[in-house]
């Protein structure tokens, strides 16, 4: 069942995504060869926290294992989402994915940004870059009328044009005051096809593309999803209102953006 929010709701649902932002700008300000994903895990745990909310992912289940330990899921170079923070240390041309879930005054919040650690190769800042460029061509079609294959649609044809892989087996959904609600976002779709979208429904967006071929496996500590052929894979995520005309993006990049400055991808 998909819930339309209401525009109080939906200003609920900014708050607790800016949170997100605002988070992954306070790592954005540690990132750097040397420092360990579960350093950044602690600092967004403490930040979240220190601002009124809760680490949404902290204790999430999993029907394969244990639930998730860390406040934020860190997924680095082959690692393609759901990456638990541990004691390695990043390393110069490394990138890491950063996914952040929060939960405050009733709402959740949900977003991700790929992260490069000092200098990366230049192929791989185009997977990144194109991987951004597809979540805003996704969020283009978040408008009222049309509908979900639309949002994948535009997603897939940017990046597999680009010969990337659209991973399947893992989608954006609906989010309120539950982290996952109904509708699931496929990152892949044909145009007219789907649930039709309306004002007031938020999903969040999350096109995860990798390097070379789509196929994915799960590690042994069975969260951890990264690419069969190991090469690299990127992943961003927004939520947004869907609206009449343009969707209302809750979630933002800017925080990190103005820590990354001219670095950004
Ligand atoms: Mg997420
Ligand atoms: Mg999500």
């Given at each position: 069942m998909i819930f339309l929010k209401t525009d109080d709701e939906i200003e609920l649902l900014r708050q607790s995504n800016l949170l997100v932002g605002k988070t992954l700008a306070e790592i954005a300000k540690l990132i750097r060869p040397g420092v360990t994903t579960r350093q950044l895990d602690k600092v967004a745990e403490e930040f979240i926290r220190d601002h009124g909310a809760v680490p949404i992912f902290k204790g999430?289940?999993?029907?394969?294992?244990?639930?998730?330990?860390?406040?934020?899921?860190?997924?680095?170079?082959?690692?393609?989402?759901?990456?638990?923070?541990?004691?390695?240390?990043?390393?110069?041309?490394?990138?890491?994915?950063?996914?952040?879930?929060?939960?405050?005054?009733?709402?959740?919040?949900?977003?991700?940004?790929t992260f490069c650690v000092g200098e990366v190769a230049p192929e791989i800042r185009a997977l990144l870059k194109t991987t951004k460029e597809a979540l805003y061509l996704g969020i283009e079609n978040?408008?009222?009328?049309?509908?979900?294959?639309?949002?994948?649609?535009?997603?897939?044809?940017?990046?597999?044009?680009?010969?990337?892989?659209?991973?399947?087996?893992?989608?954006?959904?609906?989010?309120?005051?539950?982290?996952?609600?109904?509708?699931?976002?496929?990152?892949?779709?044909?145009?007219?096809?789907?649930?039709?979208?309306?004002?007031?429904?938020?999903?969040?967006?999350?096109p995860m593309i990798t390097q070379g071929d789509r196929q994915i496996v799960m590690e042994n500590d069975k969260w951890t999803i990264r690419t069969r052929d190991r090469r690299w894979a990127a992943h961003f995520e927004h939520t947004v209102a869907v609206g009449v005309g343009k969707a209302d993006i809750l979630s933002s990049f800017e925080f990190i953006e103005q820590v990354l400055g001219d670095k950004a991808i």
């Open positions: 999430f289940p999993n029907p394969y294992g244990a639930p998730f330990p860390g406040a934020i899921c860190t997924s680095v170079n082959d690692q393609v989402v759901h990456g638990i923070p541990n004691d390695v240390e990043l390393q110069e041309g490394d990138i890491v994915s950063v996914d952040c879930g929060t939960y405050m005054n009733g709402f959740c919040g949900d977003s991700a940004y978040a408008v009222h009328g049309k509908r979900l294959g639309d949002i994948g649609y535009a997603i897939q044809q940017h990046c597999e044009a680009r010969s990337y892989g659209v991973v399947r087996e893992f989608v954006g959904h609906g989010i309120g005051k539950e982290m996952h609600e109904d509708p699931q976002v496929p990152n892949y779709g044909k145009r007219g096809t789907g649930k039709m979208l309306k004002k007031g429904m938020c999903i969040a967006i999350e």
